[in-house]
């Protein structure tokens, strides 16, 4: 649900709730809104406000304002920016669009990732191999403890500390909009989070790679680690996912992850299977 924030005053909370009806396609493009006096009516505002609303409709391209032709509904798919792709899978699309967003997003999101790792080897500071250092052992503890929850939320703030580390606004700027849209996927389906049995070993290697300032290193791990996870996600596109079925990942004897529907509750380690905890989660 696309809710507005706690404490939004109105003009924020109608600018909300017309977005989610644009983004589910209540409101469908070339849509006129209705008047500023019906609007003003329909909300129990004033037209400044619902003035307002609408420019931060506009200034997220998902309406046009013309004099003398009212409010017209954008097709936000051609028009929208990346900070839509949060509040859209908020609005709940159907489980075939989640699929082929997962489909573009997770190459987009691997190769943010690349240059976060770049970035973070050429510049972080000791402040900053520190934190992900302490942020890394309590990732390491909590997935050797079977917990995908904890493993999930402690990962987001990992990698909000690796591109800290790149000391690169353009760098936040760019992640930002990916990162967020990833963790609104990952709320909606925590099945997707996947404990992998070669998580402690990229983190080791990524750690040591970040303390000697070898670069390639640093991205051979993200890029081979993230790979592996990245297509044990594209199977179930249209298996499991299409289902919401639970998804096991298991390693195989050659060191590769093969994935199959679950109904089981397994606690995963370093070198066991590692399964979903009631959904997988990655």
Do not use: C
Request: hydrophobic fraction near 40%; charged fraction near 25%.
């Amino acid at each position: 649900m696309d809710d507005p924030p706690q404490g939004s005053n109105i003009a924020a909370s109608i600018f909300y709730d017309l977005r989610r009806q644009i983004l589910r396609g209540e409101l469908a493009a070339g849509e006129r809104l209705p008047g500023e006096r019906e609007l003003a009516s329909k909300y129990g505002t004033n037209r400044n406000t619902l003035r307002e609303a609408v420019r931060k409709l506009e200034q997220a391209r998902l309406v046009t304002v013309r004099h003398g032709q009212g409010v017209t509904v954008t097709d936000f798919r051609r028009s929208g920016t990346l900070e839509l792709l949060s509040p859209f899978l908020a609005t709940g699309p159907e489980t075939g669009q989640i699929a082929r967003i997962l489909e573009d997003l997770l190459p987009a999101r691997q190769l943010v990732l690349e240059f976060a790792t770049r970035l973070a080897v050429q510049r972080a500071d000791e402040t900053d191999v520190e934190r992900l250092q302490d942020l890394s052992d309590l990732l390491v503890s909590a997935f050797e403890g079977g917990d995908p929850k904890v493993v999930a939320h402690g990962f987001h703030r990992w990698v909000d500390a690796l591109i800290d580390a790149g000391h690169s606004v353009a760098s936040r700027w760019i992640a930002n909009p990916f990162l967020e849209a990833y963790r609104d996927l990952i709320n909606r389906f925590p099945f997707l989070w996947v404990l992998d049995p070669r998580f402690i070993r990229h983190m080791g290697e990524f750690m040591d790679a970040l303390r000697s300032e070898d670069e390639e290193k640093a991205i051979a791990s993200t890029r081979a680690y993230y790979s592996a996870i990245d297509e044990a996600l594209l199977s179930m596109l249209d298996g499991p996912l299409a289902r919401g079925a639970n998804i096991t990942l298991a390693e195989r004897g050659d060191g590769s992850v093969a994935s199959s529907p679950s109904g089981e509750t397994k606690r995963s380690g370093p070198s066991s299977a590692s399964s979903t905890n009631r959904k997988s989660s990655q």
